[in-house]
């Protein structure tokens, strides 16, 4: 409306287009020409200023992105996670607590300084507590603020920028490229030139803008026209039941018009922009998880009496699931699997923890919780300290220690004994002698009452079948990868299976893959076992470690190849096996993608 009053007689809108974090439902609710991600935007506006451009810094209110440009085109870019200590809020709140205005003030103060303090450049907190620490040591106020600017800048260049290439033309965008103080402390830090371009605050909209009259060549546009603001329009919510995943869909209703839907994890609601959906190609994640379910040696038929044990799906169950269907069902057990994770499911598992820890443990409870509410009385929860090797000339295996403890460390948050459950916890060793699995599994089988030539053999089919299920995937993947074209492309989902396989964690993204003409290849389905560790990673003692650096290899020398690696908000492997598999893909793009109970 205010728009309309200012411009609207006096000029003729050739084009529109949204970009930002509420670009899909603004574009649909303008009817849009363009709807454009951030980095694409604020590429194309620099670029658009000086060709020359080859780095991209941007700090906004409430996030920061670094932008490697390379002939024009963007290459390369990283976003700030959940730390605020690198946006312009954090500096707007801590200038408020000193009584600075923002604007003017904090920049003038901080170029009067002479001797920076040192200020803590890893979080808010530690930021905070630093400032009063100086503040009540005599620090000059002039030095605190100089010392904020400069924290800024290193936690900046420490998170989101890392390792990555800072060329020799760089641009600062972002309002808070306004504050001279903070341009200083790059320039000081860096040793380069920093170009604050006209604008800056709005280098967004100036590149969706370009883009908008780049991509419209006939002048006509779909806006449906300035009295939109005059239309009435709803905003309402409901609960979809159509499965457990009970998705609060929300609808915008526009007068005249179809309704808009967004917030389906299945998309059932929400508008295709772009696609029909491809059934031609194959869904290899589907088939992955039937066939982590098949049976792969004769099993006898189990009795609907049988005594019955809980099987959860979780963390490295969906690896080695195979292995422990096939010795309970041998042994003449019945199996109840806990539900595919869902919506439900992850909320209980959250609502339960006792501690904070990465996302796939919090599943992990939501599972049992399921299991329990199936009235199942005994669940087979081991600990399993290593997995299978990856390479006959590597000795060592592991789980990750939340996944090694979690049989213990879930006693805290569930109480099972109160609710008559017996939790099986059994020491599990797949990469080590297989004596050492036999010993733990015998003592197991006496609880159930089975002797250890019974165990034994049920041991013997369950290795059976873990190879026949490695083997099939990897035989599958052979096929996938003969027929790839070199002209074609596919994605390799680069995880651990509890986040990369599980169908209620990884946002559907191989299915959206599949949708947009893109295969989604899973890692079992490459030959990992191939790659030779030795030279480069020998002392990577992780499992999925070891897996994720061989798949970096196969997509590195792939050129039809390209990674999305999924992973966790504070998984600890992965805040440094990122680091080597950043420096073993450089040269070639990739995504990464953190998942966690909010996405």
């Known amino acids: 409306r205010a728009l309309r009053a200012e411009v609207g007689d006096r000029v003729d809108l050739l084009g529109i287009a949204t970009t930002g974090s509420g670009r899909n439902v603004v574009g649909d609710f303008l009817s849009a020409d363009l709807v454009i991600d951030e980095i694409t935007a604020h590429a194309k506006a620099a670029v658009t200023v000086d060709p020359e451009i080859d780095t991209i810094f941007e700090i906004g209110g409430q996030d920061s992105k670094y932008i490697r440009i390379e002939k024009t085109h963007p290459l390369d870019f990283d976003m700030n996670k959940v730390c605020a200590a690198g946006t312009g809020s954090f500096l707007h709140e801590l200038a408020n607590k000193m009584k600075i205005n923002i604007v003017g003030e904090f920049q003038e103060i901080a170029l009067s300084s002479s001797a920076p303090v040192s200020l803590a450049e890893r979080c808010t907190v530690f930021m905070e507590s630093d400032l009063v620490h100086f503040q009540q040591k005599g620090a000059k106020r002039d030095d605190l603020v100089a010392g904020l600017s400069y924290s800024i800048v290193l936690n900046y260049l420490n998170k989101v920028v890392g390792d990555k290439r800072v060329g020799n033309k760089i641009f600062f ?86 309704p808009l839907f967004y917030g389906s994890r299945c998309e059932k609601y929400d508008v295709d922009r772009t696609r029909k959906r491809r059934d031609d190609l194959p869904d290899l994640f589907k088939e992955r998880e039937e066939a982590l379910m098949a049976s792969y040696v004769e099993e006898k038929p189990v009795p609907a009496d049988a005594p019955a044990i809980g099987i959860p799906r979780l963390l490295n169950f969906l690896e080695i699931m ?255 096996i ?3 598999f950043r420096e073993k893909m450089r040269g070639k793009p990739y995504l990464v993608i953190e998942v966690d109970e909010h996405s």
């Open 322 to 576: 195979p292995f422990w269907k096939t010795f309970f069902t041998d042994l003449g057990f019945r199996l109840i699997f806990s539900d595919p994770t869902n919506k439900r499911l992850i909320a209980k598992g959250v609502e339960k923890i006792v501690a904070e820890t990465c996302f796939p443990i919090k599943v992990a409870h939501g599972h049992l919780l399921d299991l329990m509410d199936k009235g199942v009385d005994t669940i087979f929860l081991p600990s399993v300290i290593t997995m299978p090797l990856s390479h006959p000339d590597l000795d060592r295996s592991f789980a990750c220690p939340y996944v090694q403890a979690f049989p213990y460390s879930v006693r805290s948050a569930i109480d099972f004994k109160a609710h008559g459950v017996k939790v099986l916890s059994p020491v599990v060793h797949l990469g080590a002698e297989r004596k050492n699995l036999e010993r733990s599994l015998i003592a197991m089988g006496k609880e159930l009452g089975k002797d250890s030539d019974e165990i034994l053999r049920a041991m013997e089919k369950a290795f059976t079948a873990q190879t026949s299920y490695y083997a099939s995937m990897k035989r599958r993947g052979r096929e996938v990868l003969q027929n790839l074209k070199p002209e074609d492309k596919a994605m390799v989902i680069v995880s651990r299976p509890y986040n990369g396989c599980d169908p209620g964690v990884n946002l559907g993204i191989p299915t959206k893959l599949r949708d947009l003409g893109v295969i989604a290849i899973p890692m079992d389905c490459l030959p990992l076992d191939e790659m030779d560790l030795l030279e480069d990673w020998k002392d990577m003692y992780w499992k999925y470690g070891q897996k994720i650096y061989s798949a970096a290899h196969i997509v590195r020398d792939d050129p039809r190849l390209y990674a999305v690696y999924i992973t966790n908000f504070a998984c600890g492997p992965d805040s440094f």
């Open 173 to 258: 965008q972002g309002g808070t490229a306004f504050n001279k103080g903070v341009v200083a402390a790059f320039e000081k830090v860096t040793g380069k030139k920093i170009i604050v371009p006209e604008h800056n605050e709005v280098t967004g909209a100036i590149g969706c803008c370009i883009l908008a009259r780049d991509e419209n060549k006939t002048g006509k546009t779909n806006f449906k026209g300035w009295d939109l603001s005059n239309r009435p329009y709803e905003l309402t919510s409901f609960e979809c039941k159509e499965c457990p995943n009970r998705c609060e869909i929300r609808r915008v209703s526009i007068q005249g018009e179809k």
């Open 578 to 580: 990122l680091h080597f």
